[in-house]
């Protein structure tokens, strides 16, 4: 997960109250599957420090169906993520849009990331990831709210064969709690239309993120033989 370097933040019952509605209210315009999965350290889960409410939040003000998992250890991440792909039945329009997200919330840096008290390096969760997936040729999201993230040469050869996510997202440096919730909630929000080639959205996006100061979003985009990494200060792909 994304520092804590305070208390968990006190939201007013007013805010409280708001979110509740939307949290239960019933939405007919989803448009992705987020499976989130969160690996906090014990001791945060009696601060209330934990994404996942936030997350789901985000994805019901936006018409998007929230899975929550919990693994304490990466085999049973493995086992929750072969179980998404396995059974997973892709809509007709499976070649032109990401089917669903991966959304990992965890503790990590640029050398990898922490499920449960275990750390993955991160070509040992591409592995992980590409092993689930079997021969069945779904495009997907990852998103990484962890500290640090892996460059875009490290992902072209960390997901070797067929199996590339279309878009991957995460933090390039540590980055605060806060900022990685509001910066989720706002990427939820604008992609409920995303398509697999669809650059110019994410660009503009990744942009406005950075303008806001929420931390260093990386964005990967994989064209089909190597994954481009977005700089904002450019406003190229490099």
């Known amino acids: 997960m994304p520092s804590n370097t305070s208390t968990a933040p006190q939201i007013s019952p007013e805010t409280l109250a708001l979110l509740r509605h939307f949290l239960t209210a019933k939405t007919s315009f989803g448009q992705l599957t987020v499976f989130h999965f969160e690996s906090p350290r014990s001791s945060e889960l009696g601060q209330g420090v934990e994404e996942a409410p936030l997350v789901e939040a985000a994805c019901r003000l936006s018409g998007h169906r929230f899975v929550p998992f919990r693994p304490t250890n990466p085999e049973q991440f493995q086992e929750n993520l072969r179980y998404i ?27 990898g990331v922490n ?25 997907f999201v990852l998103t990484v709210s962890a500290c640090g993230g892996p460059t875009a040469n490290n992902l072209t050869s960390m997901f070797a064969g067929k199996i590339h996510p279309v878009y991957i997202f995460s933090f390039a440096a540590t980055v605060a709690w806060s900022d990685a919730a509001l910066t989720w909630a706002i990427l939820y929000n604008k992609i409920p239309e995303l398509r697999v080639e669809d650059g110019a959205t994410m660009r503009a996006l990744v942009t406005a993120i950075h303008a806001l100061a929420l931390g260093d979003l990386r964005y990967h985009r994989w064209d089909g033989k190597k994954y481009w990494h977005f700089k904002p200060a450019t406003q190229k792909d490099v």
């Open 85 to 111: 792909f396995g059974t997973w039945l892709p809509a007709e329009d499976a070649k032109l849009k990401p089917q669903f997200v991966l959304h990992l919330s965890c503790h990590g840096n640029d050398a």
């Open 115 to 139: 499920i449960g008290g275990k750390r993955l390096s991160w070509t040992h969760l591409a592995a992980t990831i590409t092993d689930s997936v079997g021969k069945k040729d779904i495009p």
